[in-house]
């Protein structure tokens, strides 16, 4: 477990590979319904999904090859960074994936199952899959042209976040590393993307 002196989190949204089509009313009360399910709220935890079936498609959508796609913005919360992701589910049925933020410092217990990075307890749910996580890593500022020209002669090397896919990692040892690299003097959240099996 990584350790935490209080946890707050905000789950974004999800997106399901069952690819069920529902009328706008339809999908609403779907909505609340999950929302009412699966809503968490303790004395230091508060977590809601948003979006439905349906909903927010621009952002996370499943295509008919079974991928599962998703658009979020990289950490920290202000730097205008956005990632696109799209993979295959890891489970043979129906799943959703899960977007979770956490401020800093976080708590998360996930241990190395079948090849899997499995939640032990809930906080998310166990059974959860980890798919990415945000990462931390010295290199250059990223873009094309003279900007990223420059810092390299001048030395620009900084801190610099990606999204590291826990499926092709080589290691566990690898996985709590990219883990812990969200550090409060590099950024103020983490981002967790989790696949959930809906059977």
């Known amino acids: 477990m990584i350790s935490s002196s ?44 948003f979006a439905g079936v349906g909903v927010g498609r621009s952002e996370i959508s499943q295509t008919k090859d079974e991928f599962l ?23 043979p049925g129906p799943s959703e994936l899960i977007e979770v933020r956490y401020d800093l410092p976080f708590g998360l217990n996930v241990e190395p199952k079948e090849n899997l990075a499995i939640c032990t307890k809930d906080g998310e749910k166990v059974g959860d899959v980890l798919r990415y996580t945000s990462q931390w890593t010295m290199g250059l ?38 883990l812990t690299s969200n550090v409060e003097s590099r950024t103020d959240e983490v981002v967790l993307i989790f696949e959930r099996s809906l059977e």
């Open 141 to 178: 500022p990223q873009g094309d042209g003279a900007v990223s020209t420059v810092a390299s002669f001048a030395g620009g090397i900084s801190w610099q976040c990606s999204l590291f896919d826990v499926m092709k990692s080589k290691d566990w040892p690898r996985v709590i590393e990219a």
């Open 69 to 91: 796609e998703i658009e979020l913005n990289v950490p920290p919360k202000r730097s205008g960074v956005i990632a696109r992701l799209k993979f295959p589910p890891v489970f």
């Open 6 to 49: 209080s946890l707050i989190s905000s789950v974004i949204a999800f997106a399901t590979t069952d690819g069920t089509n529902l009328s706008p009313h339809r999908q609403q009360q779907q909505q609340q319904q999950h929302l009412q399910q699966h809503s968490i709220t303790g004395s230091s935890t508060t977590t809601r999904l």
